[in-house]
């Protein structure tokens, strides 16, 4: 059972427009929500992260949205740039727990 | 922001040698590390979660006499992949998590390990 979706395996998108990565999830305890980016044989590196107390949270180019009526968050990078190509990792977690991960999106900007 | 080692970046073994990967947490003290495999366009998958002096916490299907997980003090962790096959072959993530919450949990550079 995949705890944490990401339904679109990936995504091209014109330099300069916007990006938008989705992620669902379905256990209800999650109460924290970080996304990471990842390049081939690397760790994931951390971007920008969201409580379930809030619904939005905005780290310059990047804003993160949480819908916890519908058990969805969306990443949204704006203008995209050819440096944020790469594999997006949405991650949920829930007081003492490890993190869940779900399959990732690989994003690519298109110059 | 926080920094995690891992040692060796890339290993190349022989089937049925044991090989040991080391993870480090460098400029916090780590209260709780966890392994992760990932396979080719694939999640990352959690192999297990160790708290420092005491037994790892293995996943279902994770056969934890083949992988070895020592947390020997608060800054460093090592797995062990032991009579290593083929199908090992992997990249394995250390992360390290320094308090309680998911946002101090930090993530290794990965270790690309290849068994002929």
């Known amino acids: 059972d995949q705890q944490v979706k990401q339904n679109s395996p990936s995504l091209s998108v014109q330099e300069g427009r916007i990006s938008i990565l989705n992620c669902d999830y379905t256990?209800?305890?999650?109460?924290?929500f970080l996304w990471y980016k990842k390049y081939p044989a690397e760790g994931p590196t951390f971007l920008i992260s969201i409580s379930s107390i809030k619904d939005k949270n905005e780290d310059g180019r990047f804003t993160v949205f949480l819908n916890k009526s519908a058990k969805h968050l969306s990443l949204h990078i704006v203008p995209s740039q050819p440096g944020d190509s790469a594999v997006y990792f949405c991650?949920?977690?829930?007081?003492?727990?490890?993190?869940?991960f779900g399959k990732g999106t690989r994003l690519s900007v298109i110059a | 922001g926080a920094v995690v080692s891992q040692h060796p970046s890339r290993v190349i073994c022989k089937s049925g040698t044991s090989v040991k990967i080391e993870c480090r947490s460098l400029d916090f003290q780590a209260t709780t590390m966890f392994w992760y495999r990932q396979f080719p366009k694939k999640s990352l998958m959690l192999m297990a979660t160790s708290n420092e002096g005491s037994k790892a916490t293995y996943e279902q299907g994770v056969e934890k006499d083949k992988f070895l997980i020592n947390h020997a003090s608060l800054t460093l962790s090592t797995l062990t992949v032991t009579s290593a096959h083929p199908e090992d072959s992997s990249f394995y993530i250390c992360s390290a998590r320094e308090g309680n919450r998911p946002d101090t949990q930090y993530f290794g550079p990965g270790t690309r390990l290849t068994v002929l």
């Open positions: 991650a949920a977690g829930g007081g003492n727990t490890p993190l869940v």
């Open positions: 256990n209800s305890m999650f109460d924290y």
